[in-house]
């Protein structure tokens, strides 16, 4: 297993910004694309951002301009700048790790256990 844990979920309102960090301890981070998926109550989870070994991005189309995903290998930590966010952001938000990034959930082996995020109108 990879350890990945997720931080930084919460309550906020329309309008306002939540940091995400996903931390990765123990193993060697930089050999791994990283994700973050969300999965709001009775819908399937979703794609949210990805970002490669190198630092390649790439942004669903509902939260590009509001959503940026970022990495320091460095300190083995991914994280998920969200801004404006709107009452339709609401779930629970995972990290997740694999060879190769992408928008399809089944390209990740590894997966954090969430982070609630809940956005009030």
């Known amino acids: 297993q990879v350890p990945l844990v997720e931080s930084g979920g919460g309550l906020v309102q329309a309008g306002g910004s939540l940091r995400l960090s996903c931390a990765a301890f123990g193993w060697n981070f930089s050999r791994y694309g990283m994700a973050w998926f969300r999965q709001a109550l009775g819908k399937e989870r979703e794609f949210v951002a990805c970002?490669?070994?190198?630092?390649?991005?790439t942004h669903a189309d509902s939260v590009k301009g509001r959503f940026t995903i970022s990495r320091d290998n460095a300190k083995n930590m991914v994280y998920l700048q969200m801004n404006m966010l709107r009452p339709e952001d609401t779930a629970v938000y995972y990290c997740?790790?694999?060879?190769?990034?992408?928008?399809?959930?089944?390209?990740?082996?590894?997966w954090g256990q969430g982070t609630q995020v809940t956005v009030s109108s």
């Open positions: 970002i490669s070994r190198s630092g390649s991005t």
């Open positions: 997740a790790a694999g060879a190769f990034v992408a928008v399809t959930r089944t390209s990740y082996d590894y």
